[in-house]
């Protein structure tokens, strides 16, 4: 038998067929709003950057810039360690 016979019998299951879907690139913020910088303090803005189980989103949901991302993550651990967020919630 030879290499084709056996190959054309062995056909993969599955769905394919579908378009890619190609989503839209998320923008920095902080980078479109020129805020100035993040405030440890203004825990309404923290809160969009964590998960409502108290962790910290990472930049692909976020879709922080890495600079502004490290200084979120920096006062959201800061704001946690004053007591203004929670390290993570209670059930």
Do not use: W
Not at 13 to 34: A, L, Q, Y
Not at 44 to 50: D, G, H, S, T
Not at 60 to 75: D, F, L, N, P
């Amino acid at each position: 038998m030879s290499r084709d016979q056996k190959d054309s019998g062995m056909r993969r299951s599955g769905g394919g067929g579908g378009k890619m879907r190609r989503s839209k690139k998320k923008v920095c913020t902080f980078c479109m709003d020129k805020s100035g910088s993040i405030d440890y303090k203004d825990v309404n803005k923290l809160r969009k950057f964590i998960t409502e189980r108290g962790k910290i989103l990472p930049r692909r949901i976020s879709g922080a810039c890495a600079k502004h991302q490290r200084e979120v993550t920096g006062a959201i651990k800061r704001s946690r360690n004053i007591a203004l967020l929670p390290f993570t919630t209670e059930q």
